[in-house]
T-cell receptor, first 113, second 110 residues
Framework: SAVISQKPSRDICQRGTSLTIQCQVD?????MFWYRQQPGQSLTLIAT?????????ESGFVIDKFPISRPNLTFSTLTVSNMSPEDSSIYLC??????????FGQGTRLTVV | DAKTTQPNSMESNEEEPVHLPCNHS???????IHWYRQLPSQGPEYVIH???SNVNNRMASLAIAEDRKSSTLILHRATLRDAAVYYC???????????FGQGTRLTINP
């Protein structure tokens, strides 16, 4: 298993500003995943972050809006840039430490006003 | 990614078994069937997975149809803490990303 800590757990931000979300894992993992969950919706993968290389973004998500850092095998950050109310969502970090089970953080609940 | 179809919602009573269906008629031979659940205000958690044979673990059982075009997650004795959104996901072995559908919102009545 893996224990994932996300910070902050929630935030209220002004439109036009940026927020950086941190994800810390208690073990070394190759890949870390960032998801978005809009209100009342399911999860959508934003990007996959490998240590030492550029993140791979899913269709509809771009690096300028959601820059990701992956400085080591236990840590990653996701920045939500130039926020608008449409960015109000829960952002979740995920890792996989074996071949079949993914583990998720508690999420960061972001409200943009 | 192959698509899964689940009922939007289901309701059951505490201490009764719950059968959550999932249709995946376009499943390929290399797709594993995974189930995750998301409790209120939490991230998803792994429940169970399987390929062809039925599977059991401490949380649930997974019954897979012989043609693999459908599966059923079985909670043998539901508790109020099992109220959650349950996601059925197809995943190719070795592929690490998960593609979530809308899931089934399970309500448990006391």
């Amino acid at each position: 298993s893996a224990v994932i800590s996300q910070k902050p757990s929630r935030d209220i931000c002004q439109r036009g500003t940026s927020l950086t979300i941190q994800c810390q894992v208690d073990s070394q993992v190759t890949m870390m995943f960032w998801y978005r969950q809009q209100p009342g919706q399911s999860l959508t993968l934003i990007a996959t972050a490998n240590q030492g290389s550029e993140a791979t973004y899913e269709s509809g998500f771009v690096i300028d809006k959601f820059p990701i850092s992956r400085p080591n095998l236990t840590f990653s950050t996701l920045t939500v840039s130039n926020m608008s109310p449409e960015d109000s969502s829960i952002y979740l970090c995920s890792v996989e430490v074996n071949d079949f089970a993914a583990f998720f953080g508690q999420g960061t609940r972001l409200t943009v006003v | 990614d192959a698509k899964t179809t689940q009922p939007n919602s289901m309701e059951s009573n505490e201490e009764e078994p719950v059968h959550l269906p999932c249709n995946h008629s376009t499943i390929s031979g290399t797709d594993y069937i995974h189930w995750y659940r998301q409790l209120p205000s939490q991230g998803p958690e792994y429940v169970i997975h399987g390929l062809t044979s039925n599977v059991n673990n401490r949380m649930a059982s997974l019954a897979i149809a012989e043609d693999r075009k459908s599966s059923t997650l079985i909670l043998h004795r539901a508790t109020l803490r099992d109220a959650a959104v349950y996601y059925c996901i197809l995943r190719v072995q070795g592929a690490q990303k998960l593609v979530f559908g809308q899931g089934t919102r399970l309500t448990i009545n006391p």
